[in-house]
């Protein structure tokens, strides 16, 4: 005994681990992927009212001029830069001894003075400076531009047309009077030999002066000060309290990326995903503890808060598009169908508020997606059709956009001056919501549900195991089929699940098809069972339950189906065979366990529904006569035996759902049967 409740604390305290484990890694998960970034969160645009608080200025900072300014000064003093040039002496003398050289005898047709004249003319071209041409291009868009040449420790300024380019000097050259009319006698002379730049592009020395004057720009044009008002609630955004604003935001970013403000974000960032997590759980522990207790629960449930709040977290991190393009709405959506709207609108909430962490304007995001996630929850109950998924699509957007509007139309009175590409992020959103239908699969198989669509493509009886049903076992095939009209009506009263009560009780007797001719429904003539042991007899009809399993394992129907085909007897007995044997055995003391069914018994509503429908139908079909009378007796005797023996304690199904469900069964078998009021006798 001591060994059992070991095992039992062990187990419960390794399953409480690992939900601890579960709700652990999700808050580190999240505060990893919040972004650093610890400025103030606010919208405020020019033109527009300021719709938080009054804000003071909490610390000293700069009124940081706008990007446009800084760029405009940047512009006004490069345009007055003087780029450094170095003067070279050295090639003036290199090139005119090479001329002298070259030509010291004289020049062949001309008098022997033409040497000394373009010697003169050489060094006047030197004198003024020669650039290389692909320089001299680059500073010559602009000839009133000034260049600074630097020639040994003096510098002086030189207008850019003063200064020839290899090409202009030499063209300079048979410019002059005295030259020109030799001109071609010159030009076999190949005087652009001798013709070199003397002023070259002193690199460093421009970059350095020219980062120097950069540097000398303020960044800033006024400070705030400590306890200095910068706007107050109502008050319109102009110009100037924009650049304020926007410094304010740039020295908080600034100050929270110091070594000492980076631990005190993580830690605040930790409370606060921890508070909101610990809410949620708790949530789940006074209102949804079949929801906690089950690990592919609580997994889908902790997996969709997550995935958004991290999208967002990254999307803010690297400014990619817009935050508003998610589908926020989806998550709802999906826990909506698997569980409830209650449990969706508590968890898109803390969803919203653990993105709102991530995003800047705030307000805006947290009403926005509050409107858009309730929409989807109250549009779309259960998803069985693509066009519901569509008409979700459609609501969230004009809901999103309805109430943008008007919170736009709050703050500006002018529709003209409105920002509209929010539109367009809304249109997005609502076609990103559309991919929820196919996604609907892949949360199936991850975390082991089953939705509608997929219960109604099991339901479609011309599915290959149903076909087969039915050509095998054409009674059972019927049975089902009744069994399943007469359930889903009692689920649709009560306000259980219809869908899912409908496929179960298609496929709870699927194992009849092993030895079909061994149940009375499939029987044309005698009954092979009369002529076996009472026993023998008992297992093969409990057989069908085991054989059920089976065929559910090997055509890989969910779990869900295979609860229904397991508990649709519970662990009750065949009560035909028991209470025979007993009757041939009087004196002896009968051990009921070849009789039972193997079990459970129901743990949910739908299975009990099952279970009424499923032993009502056919204990019907042995009815002498069809009445009211017979009918009610029926009924009430089954259902009444089922609760006094226990088979519907581990499920929530209620006393008065039990009585819902009789008052169904009754009417249904009525019109089923025809059934009319017995006509008095005459007495003599």
Same mark, same amino acid.
């Given at each position: 005994?001591?060994?059992?409740?070991?095992?039992?604390?062990?187990?419960?305290?390794?399953?409480?681990?690992?939900?601890?484990?579960?709700?652990?890694?999700?808050?580190?998960?999240?505060?990893?992927?919040?972004?650093?970034?610890?400025?103030?969160?606010?919208?405020?645009?020019?033109?527009?009212?300021?719709?938080?608080?009054?804000?003071?200025?909490?610390?000293?900072?700069?009124?940081?001029?706008?990007?446009?300014?800084?760029?405009?000064?940047?512009?006004?003093?490069?345009?007055?830069?003087?780029?450094?040039?170095?003067?070279?002496?050295?090639?003036?003398?290199?090139?005119?001894?090479?001329?002298?050289?070259?030509?010291?005898?004289?020049?062949?047709?001309?008098?022997?003075?033409?040497?000394?004249?373009?010697?003169?003319?050489?060094?006047?071209?030197?004198?003024?400076?020669?650039?290389?041409?692909?320089?001299?291009?680059?500073?010559?868009?602009?000839?009133?531009?000034?260049?600074?040449?630097?020639?040994?420790?003096?510098?002086?300024?030189?207008?850019?047309?003063?200064?020839?380019?290899?090409?202009?000097?030499?063209?300079?050259?048979?410019?002059?009077?005295?030259?020109?009319?030799?001109?071609?006698?010159?030009?076999?002379?190949?005087?652009?030999?001798?013709?070199?730049?003397?002023?070259?592009?002193?690199?460093?020395?421009?970059?350095?002066?020219?980062?120097?004057?950069?540097?000398?720009?303020?960044?800033?044009?006024?400070?705030?000060?400590?306890?200095?008002?910068?706007?107050?609630?109502?008050?319109?955004?102009?110009?100037?309290?924009?650049?304020?604003?926007?410094?304010?935001?740039?020295?908080?970013?600034?100050?929270?990326?110091?070594?000492?403000?980076?631990?005190?974000?993580?830690?605040?960032?930790?409370?606060?995903?921890?508070?909101?997590?610990?809410?949620?759980?708790?949530?789940?522990?006074?209102?949804?503890?079949?929801?906690?207790?089950?690990?592919?629960?609580? %997994? *889908? +449930?902790?997996?969709?808060? #997550?995935?958004?709040? $991290?999208?967002?977290?990254?999307?803010?991190?690297? /400014?990619?598009? @817009?935050?508003?393009?998610?589908?926020?709405?989806?998550?709802?959506?999906?826990?909506?169908?698997?569980?409830?709207?209650?449990?969706?609108?508590?968890?898109?909430?803390?969803?919203?508020?653990?993105?709102?962490?991530?995003?800047?304007?705030?307000?805006?995001?947290?009403?926005?997606?509050?409107?858009?996630?309730?929409?989807?929850?109250?549009?779309?109950?259960?998803?069985?059709?693509?066009?519901?998924?569509?008409?979700?699509?459609?609501?969230?957007?004009?809901?999103?956009?309805?109430?943008?509007?008007?919170?736009?139309?709050?703050?500006?009175?002018?529709?003209?001056?409105?920002?509209?590409?929010?539109?367009?992020?809304?249109?997005?959103?609502?076609?990103?919501?559309?991919?929820?239908?196919? %996604? *609907? +699969?892949?949360?199936?198989? #991850?975390?082991?549900? $089953?939705?509608?669509?997929?219960?109604?493509?099991? /339901?479609?009886? @011309?599915?290959?195991?149903?076909?087969?049903?039915?050509?095998?076992?054409?009674?059972?095939?019927?049975?089902?089929?009744?069994?399943?009209?007469?359930?889903?009506?009692?689920?649709?009263?009560?306000?259980?699940?219809?869908?899912?009560?409908?496929?179960?009780?298609?496929?709870?007797?699927?194992?009849?098809?092993?030895?079909?001719?061994?149940?009375?429904?499939?029987?044309?003539?005698?009954?092979?069972?009369?002529?076996?042991?009472?026993?023998?007899?008992?297992?093969?009809?409990?057989?069908?339950?085991?054989?059920?399993?089976?065929?559910?394992?090997?055509?890989?129907?969910?779990?869900?189906?295979?609860?229904?085909?397991?508990?649709?007897?519970?662990?009750?007995?065949?009560?035909?065979?028991?209470?025979?044997?007993?009757?041939?055995?009087?004196?002896?003391? $009968?051990?009921?366990?070849?009789?039972?069914?193997?079990?459970?018994?129901?743990?949910?509503?739908?299975?009990?529904?099952?279970?009424?429908?499923?032993?009502?139908?056919?204990?019907?079909?042995?009815?002498?006569?069809?009445?009211?009378?017979?009918?009610?007796?029926?009924?009430?005797?089954?259902?009444?035996?089922?609760?006094?023996?226990?088979?519907?304690?581990?499920?929530?199904?209620?006393?008065?759902?039990?009585?819902?469900?009789?008052?169904?069964?009754?009417?249904?078998?009525?019109?089923?049967?025809?059934?009319?009021?017995?006509?008095?006798?005459?007495?003599?």
């Amino acid at each position: 005994m001591t060994d059992k409740y070991n095992d039992s604390d062990k187990r419960y305290w390794r399953n409480m681990m690992t939900r601890i484990a579960i709700i652990a890694a999700t808050v580190v998960l999240l505060v990893w992927f919040l972004p650093r970034d610890s400025g103030p969160q606010f919208r405020y645009d020019v033109g527009k009212p300021w719709m938080y608080g009054s804000l003071i200025a909490r610390f000293d900072f700069p009124i940081y001029k706008t990007d446009e300014a800084i760029k405009a000064e940047q512009d006004s003093i490069l345009n007055n830069f003087e780029p450094y040039y170095s003067y070279n002496a050295e090639q003036e003398k290199l090139q005119i001894a090479k001329f002298k050289s070259t030509f010291g005898s004289g020049i062949p047709g001309l008098p022997a003075e033409y040497v000394t004249i373009i010697t003169d003319r050489l060094h006047r071209l030197y004198q003024a400076g020669i650039m290389d041409p692909n320089q001299y291009s680059e500073i010559s868009k602009d000839s009133t531009r000034l260049i600074r040449v630097i020639s040994g420790k003096n510098a002086t300024s030189i207008q850019v047309n003063c200064i020839y380019s290899t090409m202009t000097a030499y063209e300079q050259l048979f410019a002059d009077e005295k030259l020109s009319p030799h001109r071609q006698i010159l030009q076999r002379c190949n005087l652009n030999e001798f013709i070199a730049a003397n002023i070259s592009y002193d690199k460093e020395r421009s970059e350095t002066e020219r980062n120097d004057l950069l540097s000398s720009i303020a960044i800033a044009s006024g400070m705030v000060l400590t306890g200095q008002k910068i706007i107050d609630r109502g008050e319109i955004v102009d110009p100037h309290t924009y650049r304020v604003l926007s410094s304010f935001e740039r020295e908080m970013t600034r100050r929270s990326a110091t070594s000492n403000e980076i631990p005190s974000t993580i830690a605040g960032q930790t409370l606060f995903v921890s508070i909101l997590m610990i809410l949620f759980t708790c949530y789940l522990v006074l209102f949804r503890k079949d929801y906690f207790e089950k690990l592919r629960s609580m %997994l *889908m +449930l902790y997996a969709m808060i #997550t995935i958004f709040p $991290i999208l967002v977290s990254v999307m803010m991190s690297h /400014s990619i598009l @817009s935050v508003y393009i998610l589908p926020f709405a989806m998550a709802p959506i999906f826990i909506r169908v698997f569980m409830d709207s209650r449990t969706a609108f508590i968890s898109h909430v803390i969803m919203v508020l653990l993105c709102a962490a991530a995003v800047k304007y705030q307000y805006e995001f947290i009403i926005i997606q509050l409107v858009a996630g309730m929409v989807a929850i109250y549009s779309l109950r259960e998803l069985s059709q693509r066009v519901q998924v569509f008409r979700t699509a459609l609501l969230v957007f004009l809901a999103s956009c309805a109430i943008y509007f008007a919170l736009q139309l709050m703050q500006d009175n002018s529709v003209l001056t409105m920002d509209h590409s929010m539109y367009t992020y809304f249109a997005m959103n609502g076609v990103f919501l559309l991919f929820a239908y196919p %996604l *609907m +699969l892949v949360v199936e198989k #991850t975390f082991g549900f $089953i939705s509608d669509v997929t219960l109604i493509e099991l /339901s479609n009886t @011309s599915k290959d195991l149903l076909r087969e049903l039915s050509e095998v076992a054409p009674g059972t095939f019927q049975h089902s089929i009744m069994v399943s009209n007469l359930a889903v009506a009692i689920a649709n009263k009560i306000g259980a699940k219809a869908q899912e009560v409908r496929t179960g009780a298609l496929y709870h007797d699927i194992g009849k098809m092993h030895d079909s001719a061994f149940f009375t429904e499939n029987q044309a003539g005698k009954n092979p069972l009369e002529k076996m042991t009472r026993p023998d007899a008992a297992k093969i009809v409990i057989n069908h339950v085991t054989e059920g399993l089976r065929l559910a394992d090997k055509h890989n129907l969910p779990g869900i189906i295979r609860d229904f085909i397991a508990t649709h007897h519970g662990t009750g007995i065949t009560k035909y065979f028991y209470i025979t044997y007993q009757n041939e055995h009087p004196k002896e003391e $009968i051990d009921p366990r070849p009789f039972k069914y193997p079990g459970p018994n129901p743990f949910t509503r739908e299975q009990a529904i099952l279970m009424m429908a499923d032993a009502v139908e056919a204990a019907s079909r042995s009815l002498p006569e069809y009445t009211e009378e017979s009918i009610g007796n029926l009924v009430n005797r089954i259902i009444d035996g089922q609760v006094n023996e226990g088979y519907f304690k581990d499920c929530p199904i209620t006393f008065h759902d039990i009585f819902v469900a009789k008052q169904v069964l009754i009417e249904r078998l009525k019109g089923i049967y025809h059934t009319r009021i017995s006509y008095p006798e005459l007495k003599k």
